[in-house]
């Protein structure tokens, strides 16, 4: 699937990367604390995936969700799996603020404001920190395949 | 919660409801195929829920998104917790077509087009029998507590 961007290697930061997903830092939005977890391989639909990693799936989309509510304290998460134009299974994970730049909309509609927002390095190395680490954890749990 | 409009018995058609979470069809949006699955209980973040309903939640999305395949074999399934105006759990699992109003945006973007889309009754009845034997099955399988 040559012509599918996620089927290339990032050009945004990876923060982990296992045998099924990686988890990508969004960082060209004007947003703070989005991330993408991403499937490696070219998927269509997340009913097409086996019941494992699926599983695994949710439990990367769980550990992500609880690292930004640590790090980035948001108003809000709002988690999406759209693909319309990139049909390969990655899913938004999104900080929201009562400030950011689309707030209440989704970051897909038009912006409310235009403010600049950039992670600082240190929520970037915490964020990474805490990932890797609860991770590694569920690891040791459940054998977890990555 | 008497201003959460989740908290209120919905208006629109409930075609599953369990001891958890209830399954209602989106009609008021011009959408094929646009299912909404919501927590009862008024909780924001689907990091607050207990692991036994994220899994009943993760189960549910898996059966809806297979139910909706089945019954309006759209070109995308689109699902998203956003919940930025109503932080009650819910989620939308979105049929999507390359014909439909937005496509390939996001269903929150600016609409494309402005035609008219509804389910047939035989559709919505489908559906309703789909989702409720899958779920069923479930119940008898893994003691799924609706």
């Known amino acids: 699937m040559s012509d599918c961007s996620l089927c290339k290697v990032p050009t945004l930061p990876i923060l982990w990367s296992g045998h099924n997903f990686r988890i990508v830092l969004v960082t060209d939005q004007n947003i703070k604390g989005y991330l993408r977890l991403e499937l490696l391989e070219h998927v269509s639909e ?60 989704s970051i897909w509609s038009n912006p409310a404001r235009n403010n600049r927002f950039e992670n600082t390095q240190e929520e970037i190395s915490n964020l990474k920190h805490q990932l890797t680490s609860m991770i590694k954890q569920q690891d040791a749990e459940q054998a977890f395949d990555s």
């Open 46 to 105: 997340i009913h097409q995936l086996s019941e494992s990693i699926r599983q695994q799936m949710n439990l990367l989309l769980h550990i992500i969700e609880i690292s930004l509510v640590n790090i980035f304290h948001p108003d809000k998460i709002n988690i999406a799996s759209l693909g319309n134009m990139t049909p390969h299974v990655h899913w938004h994970i999104v900080s929201r603020y009562k400030q950011d730049n689309f707030f209440p909309d």
